[in-house]
Every structure is written in C-alpha cells, then in structure tokens.
C-alpha cells in the first residue's frame, strides 16, 4: 500500500530534551516536506527537499533541523525543543510534477 | 511568503444545503489551486483542484469554481451532507512544484442532520 509513515503518533517530551519524528514513504517520490498545523494558522511549511541531500527551508523553520539521506526517509529533529513546538506534524510527499501531495497521519507532540 | 487567504473560518450547513468556501492568492504565477480535505486524526487528502485555464471544475458533488481577474477561486460542495464533515483548506504551489504548497488557513465545515 502506497503510503507516508510517521512516527510517533504520539509524544509527550520536556524542554530542551532532543527528539526526532521518522518519517518514511514507499512511493519513490522526490520531494518531502514538514508541515505544522496549529488552530487558526492552518498548515505551516517547515522544511521540504527536493530529492536526497537538497532541503531548504519553509515557513517556519526556526528551531528545526531536517536530513535527507535517503530517498526514502525525511527526519525531523528538534535540538531543543521548546513549549511553543507544541503542534501537531505533517510530513507529506509528492513525485515531481505531480498534482497530488500525499500526507501522513499525523503526529501530536507536546512540550511541556 | 506567498500567501492564500481563506474564508470564513468555520461554516455550519444543513444537511442538502450548499457549503462555499473561499479563498484569495496574491501571486498571478501560481498555475494549480487543489482543495486538501481533512478528517480528524487523519492527514489532508486532496480533494479536487483547478488549473486556471478552465473556470470551473465538477467532481461528482465538489466544484471549484475559478476567477482569475479576481485572483479567488471556491469549493462548493452542493447537497452537503453530514460525511463531509471535516476541515477543508485550499492552497497553491510555490519554488515551481505542484507538492510544495502554501495552505491557507483552513475552513471547519459542520453538516447537521
């Protein structure tokens, strides 16, 4: 089944306590990208990559970093992460020139 | 940043009624405006999109409809009904590629019975 796979769903960390979100698509597909979804700002753009070792930043890439290794895999990795991260994260991908972004579950983190 | 400013907020439709949901861009190089539909606890899914060079796009009950001198383009999903109950946003591409995407802010749409 073609998909985006993210991991965790779920996470709860405390202030300053490196973590990092996996995320995977078995699509083959170029590009990938990190979006947050906070109430009443939508779907913010954090970091994308347009194929392996080519990232740039988003929107709001403040406190972020991102790697891409592999084709394969788009980690998003916050060094230090602060309360105001608190969100909820997409990672989507899309084959270049195509009219579809293909979005994972989701995951919630919470700063605390 | 680019944007797309989406309207209203949220939307609360009867069920057979006509849910419209709008939205702006600013920028006249933008060539692909898809509608992504989210469910809770899901990711966006598209929904349906547009190229500018139609003014009017119909899916089954979803259309877009397009104006390109106004720079706005519209969801209408005619004979709502309660399944299409999710947060709808719209959106458009930036860097020359249909998957990097801007969003606006999104729209909550409630279909009562």
């Known amino acids: 089944e073609a998909q985006v796979t993210q991991n965790p769903r779920y996470l709860i960390t405390v202030t300053g306590k490196k973590l990092t979100v996996t995320c995977s698509q078995n699509?083959?597909?170029?590009?990938m990208s990190w979006y947050r979804q906070d109430p009443g700002l939508g779907l913010r753009q954090i970091y994308y990559s347009m194929n392996v070792e080519v990232t740039d930043k988003g929107d709001v890439p403040e406190g972020y970093k991102v790697s891409r290794k592999e084709k394969r895999n788009f980690p998003l990795i916050l060094e230090s992460p602060s309360p105001n991260q608190t969100s909820l994260y997409f990672c989507?991908?899309?084959?270049?020139?195509?009219?579809?972004?293909?979005f994972g579950q989701g995951t919630r983190l919470t700063v605390v | 940043q680019q944007q797309v400013k989406q309207s209203p907020q949220s939307l609360i439709v009867q069920k057979g009624g006509i849910s419209i949901i709008n939205c702006a861009y600013e920028n006249t190089a933008f060539d692909y405006f898809p509608w992504y539909q989210q469910f809770p606890g899901k990711g966006p899914a598209l929904l349906i999109a547009i190229r500018p060079d139609v003014s009017e796009k119909k899916e089954g009950r979803f259309t877009i409809s397009f104006n390109k001198s106004a720079k706005q383009f519209s969801l209408h999903i005619m004979d709502s009904q309660p399944g299409d109950s999710a947060t709808y946003f719209c959106?458009?591409?930036?860097?020359?590629?249909?998957?990097?995407?801007?969003f606006g802010k999104g729209t909550k749409l409630s279909v009562k019975p």
């Open positions: 989507a991908s899309s084959l270049w020139g195509s009219d579809e972004a293909f």
């Open positions: 959106a458009a591409p930036y860097g020359g590629s249909q998957g990097n995407l801007i």
């Open positions: 699509m083959n597909h170029e590009y």
